[in-house]
């Protein structure tokens, strides 16, 4: 339902949000890099699809934590597994560079005063918004 948000910002591809067949939506795309938030039963078709040499990270399981890996797909393709949850202190300074230079452009959906907290947390429960909702202290 919000492909056509997602296409006014020019991607090279959309997939659909969960594929039957991720490398089949992929075509001829090569990944080299996955960042997954949700994990859960999709996470086996985004390893799946790394290249050889290619990296894997994560910073959330919001569709489950507990999966299955062969451990022959790991070492025999040559895969790198990071987590993240800390990131190092420049890189927000550098983010915001980026987006005063032009090069970031962040999907903002919504902004809400904190004394209006209670809806912006609706709006993101309804998941109709694309982009990030923002709480303004």
Known sequence: AK???VAALGPDLILPRSPD???AALGDEKITVVADVVGGPLWPQLIDVLERGG???CSGA???PMVAL????FYLRDLTFTGSTVIPPHIFPD??????RGELRPMLAATYPLRDLPKAQAAFIDKAHA???????
């Open 3 to 5: 492909h056509a948000e």
């Open 21 to 23: 067949n991720l490398r």
């Open 55 to 57: 990296r894997y990270t």
């Open 62 to 64: 919001i569709a489950g």
């Open 70 to 73: 062969d451990l022959r797909t």
């Open 95 to 100: 983010v915001v560079t980026y987006i005063e």
């Open 131 to 137: 982009g990030n909702i923002v709480v303004v202290p």
